[in-house]
Nanobody, 118 residues
């Protein structure tokens, strides 16, 4: 079955960097777009970044443009989120996401916590 396993979160000071990874299995990874979402306490889950199946197209939330970069390695079935110049408002649980239109279903990882604090 589909599995999405995030890693790479942690505690970082403002201005610092982190690289999140999402290891995928159970489906044809190279055939699907992938996304990163985040959810802060008391707030709705929001789309942070998305990447097309080949990696040729990406999109970002306005709040992270210029600071976050989404990428993927289809040979390793992994999607990444490089985050730089982190701000306290980036503090959230970050989730890897897949939408499979063929079965009309969303898939989520368990999340990885990112905390930006001095």
């Amino acid at each position: 079955q589909v599995q999405l396993v995030e890693s790479g979160g942690g505690l970082v000071q403002p201005g610092g960097s982190l690289r999140l990874s999402c290891a995928a299995s159970g489906f044809s990874f190279g055939s699907y777009a992938m996304n990163w979402y985040r959810q802060a306490p008391g707030k709705e889950r929001e789309l942070v970044a998305g990447i097309s199946s080949t990696g040729s197209n990406t999109n970002y939330a306005d709040s992270v443009k210029g600071r976050f970069t989404i990428s993927r390695d289809n040979t390793k079935s992994t999607v990444f989120l490089q985050m730089i110049s982190l701000k306290p408002e980036d503090t959230a649980m970050y989730y890897c996401h897949l939408w499979r239109g063929s079965v009309r279903r969303n898939y989520w990882g368990q999340g990885t916590q990112v905390t930006v604090s001095s």
